[in-house]
């Protein structure tokens, strides 16, 4: 079976604050708090974990609080190749708001990343790449690195055979779409805003979306997943587009479903699911995730409880 790689270059211990009611310039007392160890490839890699798939985590974490990355990822069996380096690892905090269930993230700078750790981290990546590996690209970059660091590493792993999951927004995500045919991800998954920065216009319907998405398809990317929401994601391969939506269920958490999205998809490609069957798999990573505070799915059976209930529809007939 493909071998599993997640890389996260811009990690962070997300620390949770759980408020009544968020009211801006206003003081709060908080009636809950946690924190965890985050960053998108930390939080695909758990998820990916809990589903019970060999994963690896490579990335740059600061030695000097590596410790709740460490215990994450050996609780839940991930292999460990990230490069330590001197420093603490940044701390994003995020509000939640339980009369609203909305989020807001206030995230910090993150590490000095030098071109020798980055160096590092590459060839690590690049030692787990063999031919039909799945690798997950995902999160910011330190602002030390330069824009097109994700399309470089792209260029570099499709030369090797592997097949590029990126999860990516603004420059970044903009240079690793304008690279050459030949260097462009497998898959990518904006969100409704993302998507709109690399249009560079609103796309107030779901008709304009799905136009923007085939534009991005168009480009030569196989598959392309567009998170929506509470309205669910797009789903866009050759075969054609649909839209996948959650059942009910009660959200606990919105912190990290993007991340259970991105997870379920490698999940369903590395086991050859159509496109129905992908949709589905991706959105009840997504849906269970919901459920759950951290990056963590709920039992294996639950999920598949959900992936029974997605409902999922053509999304067409725009350009298809």
């Known amino acids: 079976m493909s071998p599993i790689v997640t890389l996260t270059l811009n990690p962070a211990i997300d620390q949770t604050v759980v408020l009544d009611a968020l009211e801006p310039g206003s003081v709060h007392r908080a009636s809950a708090v946690r924190s965890h160890a985050g960053g998108k490839g930390v ?36 292999a460990d190749r990230f490069v330590r380096i001197p420093g603490e690892t940044r701390t994003n905090l995020k509000l939640l708001d339980r009369r609203t269930g909305d989020t807001t993230d206030v995230n910090l700078p993150g590490l000095a990343v030098t071109a020798d750790s980055l160096d590092a981290a590459r060839a690590i990546l690049l030692d787990h790449a063999s031919a039909d590996a799945l690798v997950v690209l995902a999160g910011s970059l330190p602002g030390t690195l330069a824009p097109e660091t994700y399309a470089d590493l792209a260029a570099r792993l499709k030369g090797r055979g592997a097949r590029v999951v990126l999860d990516a927004s603004g420059p970044p995500l903009a240079a690793a779409l304008a690279a050459r045919p030949e260097a462009l991800p497998f898959a990518v998954k904006p969100n409704r805003h993302e998507l709109e920065e690399w249009a560079g ?27 929506l929401g509470a309205e669910g994601a797009l789903f866009l391969t050759r075969e054609g587009a649909v839209q996948a939506r959650p059942p009910d269920i009660a959200v606990a958490s919105t912190v990290g479903a993007g991340d259970a999205l991105v997870a379920g ?25 919901l459920t759950r505070a951290g990056a963590s799915l ?8 959900l992936m029974r209930a997605v409902r999922v529809a053509p999304a067409g007939p725009v350009g298809l």
């Open 201 to 227: 216009h609103p796309l107030p319907t779901l008709t304009d979306v799905l136009a923007a998405a085939l534009n991005l398809r168009d480009l030569g990317i196989p598959i392309v997943v567009i998170s």
């Open 43 to 78: 939080n695909v890699a758990c998820c990916l974990a809990d589903w019970g798939l060999p994963v690896t985590a490579t990335g740059i974490l600061g030695a000097d609080n590596d410790a709740p990355f460490t215990q994450v990822l050996s609780r839940k069996g991930i």
């Open 265 to 289: 998809l490698v999940a369903a490609l590395r086991v050859g699911l159509d496109l129905d069957a992908t949709a589905r798999l991706a959105m009840a990573f997504a849906a269970g995730k």
């Open 298 to 305: 709920p039992p294996r059976d639950t999920v598949e409880a």
